[in-house]
């Protein structure tokens, strides 16, 4: 068994805009290809172009409202996560109803690297700034069934499903979550 590295959090700077570009790519094309989608090459470079610009905003606070972690392993980047404005997806799905909520995005893991603890270790770095800001809800959102799971154990049921949304068979679940629910 292999020892298990060190893993740091911290807030994006400049120095790993490159890595973090590079981890959307991979984790973004693994997510598709998990998904039986890898055919849809459009759809997945427009979503890792998305999350790229995502990225490069955030380290201009000044005009952006989004915040962005990242997780490293040994120095590494293996993991991200963002808080920023709801989506689109989550306007439509809810009819505009969580509008003035945060949302919880971003989560990408290496797919080398999923299923050791990163995630969780992300959700909690961010629920921490959340609770320090005085921030009491969240949303998040997937249209990834692999996601879709794993959301639905740590988050419980969503605060809407809409079937269909991505195309036939397709559901995209949305979830409104407190807080204080959550141990940081």
């Known amino acids: 068994m292999t020892k298990p590295g060190r ?4 807030p994006l700077t400049p120095d790993d805009i490159q890595s973090v570009y590079e981890l959307f790519e ?26 790229q610009q995502k990225a490069a905003s955030a380290l201009d606070p000044e005009y952006s409202n989004t915040y962005f972690l990242v997780a490293k392993l040994d120095g590494k980047v293996v993991g991200t996560i963002s808080l920023s404005p709801c989506g689109e997806a989550i306007r439509t799905c809810t009819g505009n109803q969580l509008d003035d909520i945060g949302e919880l995005g971003s989560l990408y893991i290496l797919p080398s690297c999923q299923g050791q603890g990163i995630g969780s270790a992300l959700i909690k770095a961010m629920l921490a700034y959340l609770k320090g800001r005085g921030i009491e809800e969240f949303c998040l959102d997937s249209g990834y069934k692999r996601a879709q799971q794993r959301w639905l154990r740590k988050f419980g049921e969503p605060y809407t499903v809409v079937k269909d949304y991505w195309g036939p068979d397709s559901v995209h ?12």
């Not at 893993?7 to 911290?10: A, R």
């Not at 997945?44 to 998305?50: A, F, G, K, P, T």
């Open 173 to 184: 679940m949305v979830w409104l979550c407190k807080v204080r629910d959550y141990p940081v």
């Open 7 to 10: 893993l740091t959090i911290h």
């Open 26 to 51: 991979e984790s973004i094309s693994d997510a598709f290809a998990q998904e039986g989608l890898a055919h849809l090459q459009d759809d997945i470079q427009s979503e890792v172009d998305n999350k």
